[in-house]
C-alpha cells in the first residue's frame, strides 16, 4: 500500500474515531495507530467492521516493556486486512495495575495472545474468562519479560533422585572458581 493510501486511512480512522485515536504514524510503509485504552474495544471493532478498513484478521496481540515510563507497559495489536492487502498496528499503553479490555468477543483467536502477554508481562485483560499462564509453570514466580526480570530467575527446578520427584528451591548463585581450559589446535583439524 502506497503512503498515499495509508495516509488516507489513517486520516478516515482519526475522523470515524477522534476520541480513539491519540495519533498515527506511517513509518517504512507501515501504519502505527496509537490508541486511547479506555476506547481500544471500540476502535478494534470500527477497524474490523468499517468497509474501507476491513481488518478482519488478528494476526498478533503482544507486549512491550518501557519501565522507565508511569505506564510501561504497550499492548500491540497486528491487523490485517486480506481483501485490502494491508495492514494497521495498533498499541496502548497501561501500567501494572490498570487492566486492557479483552478483545476475545472481537477475535477469539485472541484468547492465547492475551494469556501470553498476561504471563509474561503481567498485562492483565478483563473480561478475559481464562486468564492463567500458558507458558511458564503454574507454580512460577514473576513473569520474565519485564525488563526489570532477573535474568537467573526467582526459583530454579530439577530432578532431585533421593525424593524421585522435581523439587523447586530458590537461585543461589554461588561464586565458584573458573578452572581455565587448554584449547590445542589439533582440536580443530588445523583451522583458525
Known amino acids: 500500500m502506497s503512503t498515499e493510501n495509508l495516509a488516507d486511512l489513517a486520516a478516515h480512522i482519526e475522523s470515524r474515531m477522534p476520541d480513539a485515536v491519540r495519533s498515527t504514524q506511517i513509518v517504512v510503509g507501515e501504519l502505527t495507530v496509537l490508541a486511547e485504552r479506555d476506547h ?57 495495575e490498570t487492566p486492557v479490555v479483552s478483545c476475545v468477543p472481537i477475535w477469539p483467536a485472541a484468547n492465547w495472545f492475551e494469556r501470553e502477554a498476561f504471563d509474561l508481562f503481567g498485562i492483565v485483560f478483563e473480561g478475559h474468562a481464562d486468564l492463567r499462564r500458558i507458558l511458564t509453570d503454574y507454580g512460577f514466580i514473576g513473569h520474565p519479560f519485564r525488563k526489570d526480570f532477573p535474568i537467573s530467575g526467582h526459583v530454579e527446578m530439577r530432578y532431585d533422585a533421593e525424593r524421585q520427584r522435581v523439587i523447586y528451591q530458590p537461585v543461589t548463585i554461588e561464586p565458584r572458581e573458573i578452572t581455565p581450559r587448554v584449547v590445542r589446535e589439533e582440536n580443530y583439524g588445523g583451522l583458525r
Open 40 to 96: 481500544i474495544l471500540a476502535l478494534l471493532r470500527f477497524l474490523r467492521d468499517d468497509q474501507q478498513c476491513n481488518f478482519e484478521t488478528l494476526i498478533d496481540i503482544c507486549g512491550v516493556d518501557y519501565p522507565e515510563r508511569g505506564e510501561r507497559f504497550e499492548v500491540v495489536y497486528h491487523l490485517l486486512s486480506m481483501r485490502m492487502n494491508h495492514r494497521v498496528r495498533v498499541r496502548i499503553r497501561t501500567d501494572e
